[in-house]
Every structure is written in structure tokens, then in C-alpha cells.
């Protein structure tokens, strides 16, 4: 599959308004093109156009999940989310980043506030990102190029690093290319058999269930973020045990209850498919590098070409 070469400068701080600035965590990052025109003319399989503005656009890294340092006012395991940061930050190029300890997604300070770098795209996600992956400096290629994107280039990206360092989870989408996806699946399976990065406190994945008795519990918890995200919101509504979840799930097949493509089984399920939770357990039934998830479909007359 062709990626579109896109250069520019990935921002962590913004000097004007350091304390309104980006919030990079392991798997998103600002990023201010050269071109915006180029990511205007992007795919937007979700129908959803990007959210570009004059300070840039988020990118969200393709094929990895990192836990997180924040969502709806919750987080997960501290340790590993910022493990995940400050390297993805590394691998970039920055240095010296300090973050306020009032606002601790926010970087306070550091050696620079920008730095040139590049992304390989193939389009905008449901919440208006560019996916893609992230390499630091500046290619050979020129803006705009087509890039056939081969192993080889996938292993230079940060997206690679953190997944065979074992500081993301796989998290796979039908936009990415199959090669790709099974290359990178490799690298997954290894970090996790060396137990690498956040393999030792994994939970609730098919080695083993979770005992979530509650929100505070939950945040505590190494498990798979795109779980860990349709549990905040169950919880935060006022339910005291898992017993409801498969229901919650079904009731919306949008935004809670993804289409999946079971490897394995070779057919098509839903998220529901491959989670149990009963009473205070829930566990992930299938390694998160078995199955391939639908983006979210576009609202009916939603263009998703530019």
C-alpha cells in the first residue's frame, strides 16, 4: 500500500502557551506540516475530515496502543504510560522535557519544543487524526512522495521501536497492509516472550484475567488501552460489577462494540467476541495481534476521499 510522505515539525511545547501546549503520550503526538494541503487531500475512511489547525494536527501511531497518561479524567498504570512517553519523545529527538506537576500531560520544559521530522500516512481517523508512522529529521523523498512502505522502513519508525521494546500493545486496523501487519505481529509475540517492557504486568489478557473491583482499581492496571477505554466509561456510570459489560457493548456497535476480523477463526466478530467479564473479572479471550479492527464507519453521505 502507498503511504504519503509527509514532512514537517512534531511540537511538544508551545512557548507562546506552554501551559496550553500538546500533551504527546506514547502514541500521539503534535505535528505541524509543511503542507497542510497534503493532509486535506488524505483518505478519511470514517468520513471524518482533519483536525488541522495552525498549531498542526495530532498524529496517532499506527499499529501500536500505549497505556494511557490520560482519558476522561483517568489513567492507567503511570509507570508504563510514561515509559511509553518519554521514549516515544526520545526516539524523536527531544531531550530535557520536564512536565508541570499540575499539569502533568503538559510539558513544562525542554532542550526543544520542536523538532523536524516526518509521517508516513495512508489517512484521518474517526477523531480527525493523522495516522501513521513517525520517523525523526528529514527523508530523502521529497513532501508529498508515495512511499511503498516495506518492512525495512516499518522497523526504522518509532511505532517498531516501541512495539519491540514491549512498551505498546498491538493494535491493528484494516488500513494497515497485511505484510505489515504480520511483520509487526512478530515483533509483538517477541517482546511479549522476552518479557520486555510491560509484558511482566500485563493483565487481563488470555494468560490471565483482571480483578476490577472499581474505576480507582482499574487505573492501576496494565491491560490492553482500547479495553481499559470501554471500561472507564461502564464504570463511570455508576456499575458495580462486569456482569452488565457484554450487554453495554452490544447496545452500540459504533463506538463500543468494534467489528473485528478474527485471524484465527478466519470470520468476522465484534469486540464483545473476544472479551469475558463476569463479576469483578474481565479478560481478553484473543491476543490483541489476532484480530484486525474495522475503522469506524462514515455517516451515511459522509465523503471519505477528499
Do not use: C
Amino acid at each position: 500500500m502507498s503511504y504519503t510522505l509527509l514532512r514537517g515539525l512534531f511540537v511538544i511545547r508551545y512557548p507562546d502557551l506552554p501551559r496550553q501546549g500538546p500533551e504527546p503520550d506514547g502514541d500521539t503526538v503534535k505535528f505541524r506540516p509543511d503542507s497542510p494541503a497534503l493532509v486535506e487531500g488524505l483518505p478519511r475512511p470514517s468520513g471524518t475530515p482533519p483536525d488541522l489547525t495552525a498549531r498542526g494536527i495530532s498524529v496517532r501511531l499506527e499499529a501500536i496502543d500505549a497505556l494511557e497518561t490520560h482519558f476522561s479524567e483517568t489513567h492507567q498504570e503511570l509507570t508504563g504510560a510514561h515509559d511509553a512517553r518519554d521514549r516515544l519523545l526520545t526516539l524523536l529527538g527531544f531531550t530535557g522535557f520536564t512536565f508541570f506537576p499540575d499539569l502533568p500531560n503538559k510539558v513544562k520544559s525542554a532542550d526543544q519544543d520542536s523538532l523536524r521530522g516526518y509521517v508516513l500516512s495512508n489517512g484521518i481517523d474517526a477523531n480527525g487524526r493523522l495516522i501513521g508512522f513517525v520517523y525523526p529529521g528529514d527523508p530523502a523523498e521529497p513532501d508529498g512522495h508515495h512511499v511503498y512502505l516495506d518492512e525495512a522502513r516499518v522497523d526504522q519508525s518509532a511505532n517498531a521501536t516501541l512495539m519491540a521494546e514491549g512498551l505498546a500493545y498491538p493494535a491493528f486496523y484494516a488500513t494497515l497492509p497485511a505484510a505489515l501487519r504480520t511483520h509487526l505481529a512478530g515483533k509483538s509475540r517477541a517482546a511479549r516472550a522476552a518479557q520486555a517492557g510491560l509484558w511482566p504486568r500485563s493483565t487481563a489478557d488470555p494468560n490471565g484475567n483482571a480483578g476490577v473491583p472499581d474505576l480507582a482499581e482499574l487505573q492501576k492496571l496494565v491491560m490492553w488501552p482500547k479495553l481499559f477505554r470501554r471500561l472507564v466509561p461502564y464504570l463511570a456510570a455508576g456499575a458495580t460489577d462486569l456482569n452488565g459489560f457484554d450487554a453495554w457493548l452490544r447496545a452500540d456497535k459504533v463506538h463500543r462494540d468494534d467489528q473485528l476480523f478474527l485471524l484465527q477463526r478466519g470470520e468476522y466478530g465484534n469486540m464483545h467476541d473476544v472479551i469475558s467479564a463476569v463479576g469483578k473479572d474481565v479478560q481478553l479471550t484473543v491476543w490483541p495481534e489476532d484480530f484486525v479492527i474495522s475503522p469506524d464507519p462514515a455517516p451515511p453521505g459522509a465523503p471519505t476521499t477528499p
